[in-house]
């Protein structure tokens, strides 16, 4: 994977870190890595509390904060990512169910493909 070691570092440890905020003790937070084709993906998965449909489009914006319960943090850890990926030119993806659980991943393009992703 092409990429810079410092940046990736603070997307997969603001995805972890919010995986664990948001999951119930006994709950399950899965870290992951794979190559599909020209693209490497970083999965980070977790069996929380999930995100609505509705929140889904500002979830990446700037001091957004869903959850009233959680008193700790800026509501800025989804933004850095965001802005993190867009400056690496890598990708990344969610998925939702409420209550059950969450998805990110960040698609890289792998140093090891020389045809276009």
């Given at each position: 994977?092409i ?15 919010n ?29 929380g ?69």
């Open positions: 994977m990429s810079d070691v410092f940046l990736l570092g603070a997307i997969v440890r603001n995805l972890v870190s995986a664990i905020r948001y999951t119930e003790p006994g709950g399950r937070v899965l870290l992951g890595c794979r190559q599909h084709g020209c693209l490497v993906r970083i999965d980070v998965v977790d069996t509390v999930g995100i609505s449909a509705e929140q889904m489009p500002e979830i990446f914006e700037a001091f957004a904060r869903f959850d009233s319960a959680q008193r700790d943090g800026l509501g800025i850890g989804l933004f850095i990512v965001r802005q993190a990926t867009a400056m690496l030119g890598h990708r990344v993806d969610v998925s939702s169910v409420l209550s059950r659980g969450t998805r990110f991943s960040i698609l890289a393009r792998s140093s090891r493909c020389s045809r276009p992703a």
